[in-house]
């Protein structure tokens, strides 16, 4: 088949705040290099849900202005941390949490809104930039150099076979390709096991962050408040915690990260975050208000230990594509901005002197002489103490972060790989989720529908099996399909045939492309790839 072909001299895989502000970086400091960027989504922000915490070090450097351009930000006015019990909860004194828990300073935004400005930053410095368009292959030349990507083919049949409106997907060529994913990216997967990017870093660690956007009478909304919850509704061994943040236009954004690391097959992180809603503490937020979006993603949280080698011959890793995420923070967009504009420095250096296709090893020495090294360091052993139990290990971060600033002569064993740790369902608790009550509470179906999920039925599944027993004769068997309960949009199902066997069906229509699947797996069965460009959730209307 003959794929048409582009050519820029820098090509970027992804429109979340790494891409685009990688792109911008570049158009900075040379606005002669030509510069292309790739998006999944049908339009820059759509598939990025609503609320954050913006640290804004990273925006300020890239763009100081940011705050009187960007719509609904606010600064962070008023903030609670509790630790939840079962039917109350105690506010830790701000004197007793670590430095790297406080807001001060920080602003709450829509994230959504900051990426469709920033693509508009992009575009009027000349960044070419197409959204819609999947990046489904890398490209190498005869050297093994990274040489680009192919977008995905449109209208192929269920089967495969080209259907009445196949269109072929397009080369993109470029002398450095950055990709910019975000968690768990499908081409950043494949570049580390092709060049052992993971062979000196420990498993990355994934969370499970489900979200809510609520608006609420304006008597209950307080512009600029954050809550964070550690405890409640999770057991003392199970990593997570939940959020919830007062931005504009009497809007909360209100969610739960599950750690990916729990070893409860019967754990559904969607029925925990329905749980947590109704808290005493965080149903009081929402109360009289109305749900009016809903989304999923997975976040890397293994942080500075966990980062794979950064570079490769013809381009590198940048943002959630490689984990620079501050789990301990529970903040990754500063990061990700930050290392797409250190990137974005050393492509242009390198073309300034005639090289291509090479490794750009100017980029992680600025990253290891860095702000952002830094911050990730002293926070580095956040999820191996937190492996610990909720309790005790928060208790020795607290004292490490105390004691010694974050710079403790030690650094404990990592967690396994998030789908090493399981139980059998043979030797687990079963879990009873309560019934939604339609009010605070809410099945998957109905949240799926608020996501404005879309996907062309007759296509190819884009959730891959490389065993087709393999969800019966183990995951059935062995841990009572837990892909049942980890799916946040109910994409997996196990049905009894006419015969009486089970099956596993695939609901790929309802994916939200969080990538639980491809992390959570016990048998790491399950490929997730981009399906048709464009399609999958719209978040642009929160």
């Not at 790739?38 to 913006?54: F, N």
Request: glycine letters at 12%.
């Amino acid at each position: 088949m003959t794929r048409e072909s582009m050519s820029y001299d820098v090509l970027i895989v992804g429109g979340g705040p790494a891409g685009l502000a990688a792109a911008i970086r570049i158009k900075q400091v040379a606005s002669d290099v030509s510069v292309c960027l790739i998006e999944k989504s049908a339009e820059i922000g759509g598939h990025i849900l609503s609320g954050t915490i913006m640290d804004p070090g990273a925006l300020d450097a890239l763009s100081p202005d940011w705050r009187e351009q960007v719509p609904g930000v606010l600064p962070v006015c008023e903030e609670h941390f509790l630790f939840l019990h079962k039917n109350g909860a105690s506010e830790f004194p701000g004197w007793l949490l670590p430095a790297c828990f406080h807001n001060d300073g920080n602003f709450v935004l829509s994230l959504s809104n900051l990426c469709r400005w920033l693509g508009q930053t992009a575009e009027a410095l000349g960044v070419e930039i197409y959204p819609g368009f999947a990046g489904t292959e890398v490209l190498y030349n005869n050297e093994g150099a990274v040489i680009g990507v192919a977008t995905g083919d449109v209208g192929r049949l269920r089967n495969g076979d080209p259907g009445p409106a196949f269109q072929p997907g397009m080369e993109l060529l470029a002398h450095y390709t950055l990709f910019a994913e975000g968690s768990r990216g499908h081409l950043g997967k494949q570049l580390e096991k092709r060049f052992d990017l993971r062979a000196t870093a420990a498993p990355q660690l994934f969370g499970l962050g489900i979200k809510e956007v609520w608006e609420i009478p304006a008597d209950r909304h307080r512009p600029g408040c954050i809550v964070h919850t550690a405890g409640w509704p999770l057991d003392g061994h199970t990593y997570g915690g939940g959020f919830l943040y007062h931005q504009a236009n009497h809007q909360i954004s209100v969610g739960f990260v599950t750690g990916l690391g729990y070893t409860n097959p019967y754990l559904s992180p969607f029925g925990e975050f329905q749980r947590f809603k109704t808290h005493p503490a965080l149903r009081g937020h929402l109360e009289g208000g109305k749900r009016i979006a809903y989304g999923a993603r997975t976040i890397t949280s293994g942080g500075l230990g966990s980062l794979p080698r950064l570079v490769f011959r013809g381009g590198a890793l940048i943002g959630d594509d490689a984990g620079f995420l501050n789990a301990a923070r529970t903040k990754g967009s500063h990061g990700a901005i930050l290392s797409g504009m250190l990137a974005a420095e050393a492509c242009v250096a390198a073309l300034g002197t005639g090289r291509r296709h090479d490794e750009l090893t100017d980029y992680p020495h600025a990253f290891r002489n860095s702000a952002l090294y830094d911050e990730l360091f002293r926070a580095r052993n956040f999820k191996s103490w937190l492996d610990k139990g909720v309790a005790v290990g928060g208790a020795l971060f607290a004292i490490e972060q105390h004691l010694f600033r974050g710079k403790a002569p030690w650094t404990p064993s990592p967690p396994p790989a998030d789908c090493l740790t399981l139980r059998k369902a043979a030797d687990s608790r079963l879990i009873a989720y309560p019934a939604p009550d339609g009010v605070m509470t809410f099945d998957r179906p109905s949240s799926v529908y608020l996501s404005s999920t879309a996907h062309e039925e007759d296509q190819p599944c884009h959730l891959r099996l490389h065993g087709e027993e393999i969800p019966i004769e183990v995951n059935l068997r062995d841990y009572d399909s837990p892909e049942q309960r980890y799916c946040p949009a109910g994409v997996f199902e196990i049905v009894i045939e006419a015969n009486g066997q089970p099956r596993l069906q695939i609901n790929a229509s309802n994916c939200l492309h969080c990538k639980a699947c491809d992390i959570k797996d016990p048998t790491q069965n399950i490929d997730w790839i981009p399906p048709q460009g464009g399609e999958g959730p719209n978040y642009t209307d929160t």
